[in-house]
Nanobody, 115 residues
Framework: QVQVEESGGGLVQVGGSLRLSCAAS????????ISWYHQAPGNEREFVAM???????NYADSVKGRFTISRGDAKNTASLQMNSLKPSDTGVYSCYVVVGAGHYWGQGTQVTVSS
């Protein structure tokens, strides 16, 4: 079993920055991919960014140039650096980890961007 935990959410003003972290623990030697998803109030959950175990990255058009996903210093961790935040970035950010045939979600962390 794999446990996924996010951290780093909070309240920030428009134009500010936040850094989210995702850690996978348990029965995981190395991850195949770690992704971040965003769910704004009243909306469906949407893809934000992904990093593969080999280091390849992919971003939603809405965050390109503002967000950066990277591997963390610790094994099986990843971070999402969010800059130039907008009110539309408000919502719950969830980490999604793929390890072999297993897919695991974290509980999510709240990000609120105030204008």
């Amino acid at each position: 079993q794999v446990q996924v935990e996010e951290s780093g959410g909070g309240l920030v003003q428009v134009g500010g920055s936040l850094r989210l972290s995702c850690a996978a623990s348990g029965s995981v030697f190395s991850f195949d991919s770690i992704s971040w998803y965003h769910q704004a109030p009243g909306n469906e959950r949407e893809f934000v960014a992904m990093i593969s175990g080999a280091g390849a990255t992919n971003y939603a058009d809405s965050v390109k140039g503002r967000f950066t996903i990277s591997r963390g210093d610790a094994k099986n961790t990843a971070s999402l650096q969010m800059n130039s935040l907008k009110p539309s970035d408000t919502g719950v950010y969830s980490c999604y980890v793929v390890v072999g045939a297993g897919h695991y979600w974290g509980q999510g962390t709240q990000v609120t961007v105030s204008s």
